[in-house]
T-cell receptor, first 114, second 113 residues
């Protein structure tokens, strides 16, 4: 089983809303990732969690707040977003937090900020 | 700065044709992945290659990793409309947690019935 699940699939929010994106994997992977992807562009790394601890933050604005409650779950809390934050948000996981490890992606959450 | 280039950027072909997509870098990669992504969906892993000169086949798809581990190609035989999507290559120079996976810009393939 190489499945990473994400909810919700679609999300529309206003600039004053607070919402959360959820990601789950049951492959026993110890590294989990959040990516942001604009149309027809490759994914851009936002955060990396390794063994439930934040290991990389790619200078992401504080209106994005990641959380890793346990080894299977990864959340991304959203607050006071801007329209330019509209994108596909992808979660991924890998066996270990090493760059040569293959990452498995979820289906993504399509976010629209109005 | 690590850089992965992909060519062509866009490709539109008729069903049944063959095609090759390229992924190139001036850097050596310890491993390289190919993904296919459909609009609004997450990238789906097709293959991981780790050994220079390695060739892997997945039905009508053939993947090759260059001998020097700086480049890779994806060849599709008798393309079908279901092959339509964005093809991404991704690679890692190193092996530690301080090294990041680099994504190429992608090749957008459209197979016309």
């Amino acid at each position: 089983d190489t499945e990473v699940t994400q909810t919700p699939k679609h999300l529309v929010m206003g600039m004053t809303n607070k919402k959360s994106l959820k990601c789950e994997q049951h492959m026993g992977h110890r590294a989990m990732y959040w990516y942001k992807q604009k149309a027809k562009k490759p994914p851009e790394l936002m955060f990396v969690y390794s063994y439930e601890k934040l290991s990389i933050n790619e200078s992401v604005p504080s209106r994005f707040s990641p959380e890793c409650p346990n080894s299977s779950l990864l959340n991304l809390h959203l607050h006071a977003l801007q329209p330019e934050d509209s994108a596909l948000y992808l979660c991924a996981s890998s066996q270990q937090d090493r760059a040569q490890e293959t990452q498995y992606f979820g289906p993504g959450t399509r976010l629209l900020v109005l | 700065t690590q850089l992965l280039e992909q060519s062509p950027q866009f490709l539109s072909i008729q069903e049944g044709e063959n095609l090759t997509v390229y992924c190139n870098s001036s850097s050596v990669f310890s491993s390289l992945q190919w993904y296919r992504q459909e609009p609004g969906e997450g990238p789906v892993l097709l293959v991981t290659v780790v050994t220079g000169g390695e060739v892997k086949k997945l039905k009508r798809l053939t993947f090759q990793f260059g001998d020097a581990r700086k480049d890779s190609s994806l060849h599709i035989t008798a393309a079908q409309p279901g092959d339509t999507g964005l093809y991404l290559c991704a690679g890692a120079e190193g092996e530690t947690s301080y090294d990041k996976v680099i994504f190429g810009p992608g090749t957008s393939l459209s197979v016309i019935p």
